[in-house]
T-cell receptor, first 115, second 114 residues
Framework: EAGVTQFPSHSVIEKGQTVTLRCDPI?????LYWYRRVMGKEIKFLLH????????ESGMPNNRFLAERTGGTYSTLKVQPAELEDSGVYFC?????????????FGSGTRLTVV | AQTVTQSQPEMSVQEAETVTLSCTYD???????LFWYKQPPSRQMILVIR??????QNATENRFSVNFQKAAKSFSLKISDSQLGDTAMYFC???????????FGTGTRLKVLA
């Protein structure tokens, strides 16, 4: 089966611009997660979708970040306007069940650099 | 709140040798899961090994094994017969049962030298 796919793999934007990251989960996986790793720091949870609904967005840093999952398929994470501290690697993961810790599949991540 | 600490930002090992990556964590929970994930350069992050806290026996997956010391809250990863393909970032992670959030450490960059 195809894995979790993230686009783009790298993005370099200027401070103040807008960037949209995309995640295509494994087909049939209702649960989709976003995580972020700021350089040199730990990977941190951002939010969790169940189908098209946001189940938990407690990790979203601020209102410059907007996540959507239209139709319960792919998800986008928009940063507007981007700031320097938003630089990092954004990971997406998906699973069938929300509480099965062995069933998560991660993507390769999107490396975002804000200059 | 749970925390995970990886004190080795970078490590290197000669091919065919053994290396141990350290991980400590802090929690007041009695039951939980611990994980090691691996991310090769520009590739997806994959699960290497998983340990349930209620199991005393250390998990093993081929050349990968853990040393789980519950009382010390330590969860180290041993890689035997290191291969060039083991070069990657390694992340230690914690999860409470019944939840969906990983708590990750800062990672250890491992380079296997030919």
């Amino acid at each position: 089966e195809a894995g979790v796919t993230q686009f783009p793999s790298h993005s370099v934007i200027e401070k103040g611009q807008t960037v949209t990251l995309r995640c295509d989960p494994i087909s049939g996986h209702d649960n989709l997660y976003w995580y972020r790793r700021v350089m040199g720091k730990e990977i941190k949870f951002l939010l969790h979708f169940v189908k098209e609904s946001k189940q938990d967005e407690s990790g979203m840093p601020n209102n410059r970040f907007l996540a959507e999952r239209t139709g319960g398929t792919y998800s986008t994470l928009k940063v507007q306007p981007a700031e320097l501290e938003d630089s990092g690697v954004y990971f997406c993961a998906s699973s069938q069940a929300a509480v099965a810790p062995w069933g998560y599949t991660f993507g390769s991540g999107t490396r975002l650099t804000v200059v | 709140a749970q925390t995970v600490t990886q004190s080795q930002p970078e490590m290197s090992v000669q091919e065919a040798e053994t290396v141990t990556l350290s991980c400590t964590y802090d929690t007041s929970e009695n039951n939980y899961y611990l994980f090691w994930y691996k991310q090769p350069p520009s590739r997806q992050m994959i699960l290497v090994i998983r340990q349930e806290a209620y199991k005393q026996q250390n998990a093993t997956e081929n050349r990968f094994s853990v040393n789980f010391q519950k009382a010390a809250k330590s969860f180290s990863l041993k890689i035997s017969d290191s291969q060039l393909g083991d070069t990657a970032m390694y992340f230690c992670a914690f999860m409470k049962p019944g939840t969906y959030k990983y708590i990750f450490g800062t990672g250890t960059r491992l380079k296997v030298l030919a």
